[in-house]
Structure formats: structure tokens, C-alpha cells
């Protein structure tokens, strides 16, 4: 029944409604925006960012003169690049009649150009390209790399050197990941920095462009009944929880070079780490919430090997069907110890953390696919009812949960008196399921993230120095880990995991959530 009660605008309906304000204009009112898709013919831009551009077109986001460009070394024609991305368009925000009109339209915007990652000749052509279709007004230029990081310095000299006109901006997207520990991410800021101001750099993680990672400020800062429970004196544990119930089909290759640590924990679970734990920030501008997020990363403690168990999956035959191991991918070498599981036990060592296990977990091929925040509280002191749960008082503690996806909810788990006349607990559910309470459709991630970078708002992207603080904590583990050629404890693919990780949530008296 209270399915429609009204709710703050999110940025893609505010902009909707003030249309995009923030993009220079000449003494006429008139500016282009320019977006080219470096890495176009990728797996990435396909499935991701050319659907989130034509969903922001269709939420009317994009200013009235825009273009967008796919650039790779691919040989493709205009009417090919629209062909391409016409099969992965859908207007899934809701079923309005026009779909078909409104693909059509955001397919004329879109062009091709093929080039090298490292001509500046190649990106002078798309240069004169894009002047031709920004006509003379201020031009607003940006950027996705969309590619492998060993190109993105040669693309950003190449597009930094065809200037954008002096009022616009030039605005450059990397896509994770951004090195592959502190030496290699430090050399490829200094290497981006040759050519990019770091106020021009939008480092993406697209986790923070989730729903609910977005809610997690405002549900503690927001809520009185949260944030004075949010420390050591009432919080047991917190535990980041990745799972995927499928392997790294087709990403083999890229994966094995990174492996999960790398691909999900340094990146996606930190980033909800900072936020969960964070001071207040002073204010919601960009550059306090990222002060805040460094000090709390520069506060956590480096990762011992002692903390961690790392675990790849093996192939694993059910119900007749054979599930490949991680070996069997063609681009994997079979003697890969690359894990494709691990489990971590993390501590901030500062006045509001101290001595609290924060557990991540992350793990591919697993026997489901989930992202939560658990959050469980300590046991109420000298509980009147510790009769009633006998004498795992583990199961009568508070556990608030954020299931970033999928099914997107918040709910809370409480002790409740089974209604009777006897004196029966049971644990019950305080719960916010988005599906029940709100009637729209959840934006991806990726939508919100590139207007945000279009309206040059740097809120959901990571600084250089938090990119600092998140490689300093793992670091030492990954050389360990390669230098010593750990070989992670194999599981069969779409069980639970290594038992591992069992023990060691035993370690800190935790049971995973
Ligand atoms: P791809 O491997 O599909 O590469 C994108 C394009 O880059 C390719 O189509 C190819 O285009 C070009 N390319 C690939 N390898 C090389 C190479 N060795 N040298 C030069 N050019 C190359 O990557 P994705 O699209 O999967 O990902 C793009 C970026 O986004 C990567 O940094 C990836 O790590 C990151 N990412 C990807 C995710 C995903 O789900 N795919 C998720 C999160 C991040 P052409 O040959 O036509 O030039
Ligand atoms: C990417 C990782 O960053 O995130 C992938 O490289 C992973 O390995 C993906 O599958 C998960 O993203 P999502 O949004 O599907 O949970």
C-alpha cells in the first residue's frame, strides 16, 4: 500500500529536469558534448557503457547537442558500430511507446573511427571528425578508456594533444584496473599526469555508482538511529560479501594477470569499506568525502598473509553437467595458481574501529551470485532472554544487512516475541525490499557514473591518493603471495568455497553471514 509514496529525485531525474546546466556555453547559450568510446569494439563498451549512453539519452540527460564516438583499431563503418549496439539497446526504464524512435535517434549520434591507441595522426582524423559535428560552439569532451591499462598513457597523450576549444573541458574515464600494486599504479598516475590534470582524470570504480552503495551515506548520516551504534562500543564485525555463481568465462586472459584480490577486494569491497567506515564527512562536496575516505584506508592495517586464504575453483560435475575449473579456460595456463577466491580479515587501527574484524570475501564460481554489507552487532548486556535462545546467544545478536545486489534491500534482523501466550522469541526481519517499496527500475551503475563525469561531479571517482591507500594495504600480501607461490586451496565449482575461510572467520569469532 505505500508502494508510491513520493522520494528524493535521483541526479539522472534531477538532470532530467534541469537539463545539463553544468556544460560551458558560448555568449549564445550553445555548447556541444562530445563522448568517445576509446576500446568501442570491446566486450565492456557493448555490454556497459554505449547501453548506459543511449539510457541517458532516453531520460533526456544528454544536452541537446551531443555525439558519440567509438574509437578502437577494429575496421568498422559507421552503420556497423550502430548495428552492434542496436542488439544490447533496451528501454528498460520503462515500456514508453517511442523505443523504437528514440534507438533510432541516439543511433544517428553515434559514429565510428578506427585508429591506433598510440597515433597522435589517428586522433588528430577523429579530432576533425568531432569539430565537424560540434560546429563551432564550446566543446565538451570526454573520454572513456575502455581498454586494457597499458594503452591508457599512449590515449591520453594522443586525445590530450587534440585540444577540445579553450572554454570546454576534456575529461578522461579510466576503467579499472589502475595498476597492479603501489609501484605500477603510482607509474601510471605519473604517466596519465603527463598529459592530464588529475582534475581531468575520473578514475571509475563502478561499485560506488550502485544504488545502495550510494544509500550506505545517507542511511548512516541521515538516520539518528544508525550512526551512534556505528563503532567499536556496538559493532562485533563487518563483512563484505562478493559471490558469482559463474567462472571468468571469456575474461580468462585479463583475469589471470589480476586474480580476485585485485579484480574485486582492492577496488569494489575497499571502496565500500571506506565508505561504510569513514568519519562524517563536513560536507557532501566531492573533496571532503574523499579526505575522509583516505584518512580511513591510511588508517587501516597492512594485510598479513596469516589473515588471508585464497582458493581457486576446480571443475565439478552436477546433475550430468560438467562445470569447467578455472585451468580449463584456453587462456589460462594450466599450472595457474591465480586465485579466484580469497577471504581477508582487515583492521582500522583508529579510535572508532579499534580491534573490530572487518571480513571480506570475494570469490567467482561460487553457488550464488550476491554483494551484501553485513553488519553484526555485539550481544545485548545481561539479556533477559537468554533463556529463550538457549545457549547460542551467537544467533540472538542484531544483524543489519545491505544487499547491494541482486534484489536490492536493507533489512535488520531482530529478536521478536512469537505472538501467544507464552514467552517464544524468534528472529525476525525489519525489511526494506527496493522491489516492494519503489516502483521504478534501478539505474545501472554505469549510467550514473557517466553523468556524473559529464556534469563534473568527481563524488563516485578515486583520487590519486586514495588510489595510494588502497594499493599500500595490499601490496605486501600480493608480493607475498607471488614471490612465495601460495597455491590457493581448490573448490569445486558452485560450492561455498574453500573451508578455509571458515576457519578463519573463526579466527575473530565470526560466522559468515
Ligand atoms: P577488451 O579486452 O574487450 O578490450 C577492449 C578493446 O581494446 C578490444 O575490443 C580491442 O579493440 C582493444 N584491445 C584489447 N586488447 C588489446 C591489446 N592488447 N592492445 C591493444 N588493444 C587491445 O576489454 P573489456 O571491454 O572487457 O574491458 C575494457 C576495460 O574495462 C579493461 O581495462 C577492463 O579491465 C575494464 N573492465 C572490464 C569489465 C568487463 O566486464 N568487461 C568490467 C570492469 C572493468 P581493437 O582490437 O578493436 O582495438
Ligand atoms: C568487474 C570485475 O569489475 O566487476 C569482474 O572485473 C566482475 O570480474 C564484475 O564480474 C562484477 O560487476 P557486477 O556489477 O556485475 O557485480
Not at 575520473?202 to 550512526?227: P, T
Not at 562445470?323 to 591465480?338: A, E, L, R, W
Not at 534482523?413 to 525490499?433: A, E, F, T, V, Y
Request: aromatic content about 10%; hydrophobic content about 35%; charged content about 25%.
Amino acid at each position: 500500500a505505500t508502494k508510491h509514496i513520493e522520494h528524493p529525485l535521483s541526479p539522472i531525474e534531477q538532470a532530467s529536469i534541469e537539463g545539463i546546466s553544468q556544460l560551458p556555453t558560448d555568449a549564445n547559450g550553445e555548447s556541444s558534448l562530445s563522448i568517445t568510446v576509446v576500446g568501442a569494439s570491446g566486450d565492456l563498451a557493448k555490454k556497459k557503457i554505449f547501453p548506459a549512453l543511449f539510457a541517458l539519452f532516453y531520460e533526456g540527460c544528454l544536452p541537446k547537442h551531443f555525439t558519440i564516438f567509438g574509437y578502437a583499431r577494429s575496421k568498422m563503418t559507421d552503420e556497423e558500430l550502430r548495428k552492434m549496439i542496436s542488439g544490447t539497446l533496451t528501454c528498460r526504464i520503462d515500456q514508453r511507446e517511442n523505443c523504437e524512435d528514440k534507438i533510432d535517434n541516439f543511433l544517428k549520434k553515434c559514429f565510428y573511427h578506427a585508429g591506433q591507441y598510440n597515433s597522435e595522426a589517428d586522433f588528430k582524423q577523429l579530432d576533425a571528425k568531432l569539430k565537424t559535428h560540434e560546429g563551432g560552439r564550446v566543446a565538451n569532451r570526454l573520454f572513456y578508456l575502455s581498454i586494457p591499462p597499458n594503452i591508457f598513457i599512449d590515449v591520453a597523450r594522443c586525445a590530450s594533444s587534440s585540444a577540445s576549444s579553450e572554454q570546454g573541458w576534456t575529461r578522461v574515464i579510466v576503467e579499472k584496473p589502475f595498476g597492479r600494486d603501489s609501484a605500477s599504479s603510482a607509474e601510471l598516475t605519473k604517466g596519465l599526469k603527463q598529459f592530464l590534470a588529475e582534475e581531468q582524470i575520473y578514475r571509475i570504480d563502478h561499485y560506488l555508482g550502485k544504488e545502495l552503495v550510494e544509500n550506505l551515506s545517507v542511511l548512516r548520516f541521515s538516520n539518528l538511529v544508525f550512526e551512534p551504534l556505528w563503532s567499536r562500543q556496538y559493532i562485533r564485525n563487518v563483512q563484505f560479501l562478493f559471490s558469482e555463481d559463474f567462472g571468468t568465462e571469456g575474461r580468462g586472459g585479463y583475469f589471470d594477470g589480476y586474480g580476485i584480490i585485485r579484480d574485486i577486494m582492492q577496488n569494489h569491497l575497499l571502496q565500500m569499506l571506506a565508505i561504510f567506515a569513514m568519519e562524517p564527512p563536513v560536507s557532501l562536496d566531492a573533496e571532503d568525502i574523499r579526505n575522509e575516505k583516505v584518512k580511513v584506508l591510511r588508517s587501516m592495517r597492512t594485510l598479513n598473509l596469516e589473515d588471508v586464504v585464497i582458493g581457486q575453483y576446480k571443475s565439478h560435475v552436477r546433475g550430468g553437467v560438467r562445470y569447467p575449473g578455472y585451468t580449463d579456460d584456453k587462456t589460462v595456463p594450466p599450472n595457474s595458481i591465480t586465485p579466484t577466491f580469497a577471504a581477508a580479515a582487515l583492521f582500522i587501527d583508529n579510535a572508532r574501529w579499534d580491534g573490530v574484524p572487518f571480513l571480506m570475501k570475494a570469490g567467482k564460481a561460487l553457488n550464488n551470485r550476491r554483494t551484501e554489507i553485513r553488519v553484526q552487532f555485539r550481544h545485548v548486556p545481561g539479556n533477559l532472554y537468554k533463556r529463550s535462545f538457549g545457549t547460542d546467544l551467537d544467533q540472538a545478536t542484531n544483524e543489519l544487512v545491505i544487499r547491494v545486489q541482486p534484489d536490492e534491500a536493507i533489512y535488520l534482523k531482530i529478536n521478536n516475541k512469537i505472538p501467544g501466550l507464552g514467552m517464544r522469541l524468534d528472529r525476525s526481519n525489519l525489511n526494506l525490499l527496493y522491489a516492494d517499496r519503489y516502483s521504478r527500475e534501478i539505474p545501472d551503475a554505469y549510467e550514473r557514473l557517466l553523468l556524473d563525469a559529464i556534469e563534473g561531479e568527481r563524488r563516485l571517482f578515486i583520487r590519486s591518493d586514495e588510489l595510494d591507500a588502497a594499493w599500500a594495504i595490499f601490496t605486501p600480501l600480493l608480493q607475498e603471495l607471488e614471490t612465495r607461490r601460495v597455491s590457493p586451496e581448490l573448490y569445486p565449482y558452485g560450492s561455498r568455497g574453500p573451508v578455509g575461510a571458515h576457519y578463519l572467520a573463526a579466527k575473530y569469532n565470526v560466522r559468515w553471514g
